[in-house]
């Protein structure tokens, strides 16, 4: 159901549209699929924006995060936002869960109210000196 994805920036042996080709990691260092990083700019905050192909309903996105224990890193934090009539709002999560930065498993967010979207967009703040990476997004 995915249309496009762009991120502010992606490393040159990644693959920005290898988080949503549907292969299941087995770990957050699963060097055997695909993935998307932003290898090299360290310490800079990314973006990732998701165009699905038509509007839907969103019940949760979830986000398997990479992590090489080197340069690339689960993020310090992230948020994400979704567009309505033209403006950017806070896709807020429901109230027991959160924006979760675990390693080797999918982190479910879950959206609070009524959330209809045709694109997403996902707002990643690395740790100090280190780039972030995706290695599978699922949106339902």
Known sequence: NIADIKATYTYSNDDVMAIADGR???SSFDKSIPRWTSWRHLGEAQQVTITLKKAQKIDNVSVYWYEDDGGVRVPASWTME???EGKWLPFVPYTTDHFGVEK???NMVHPHGEVKTSVLRINMTPQPNKAVGVLELVIE
């Open 24 to 26: 299941k990691p087995s």
């Open 82 to 84: 979704y567009r309505s």
């Open 104 to 106: 080797d498993q999918f």
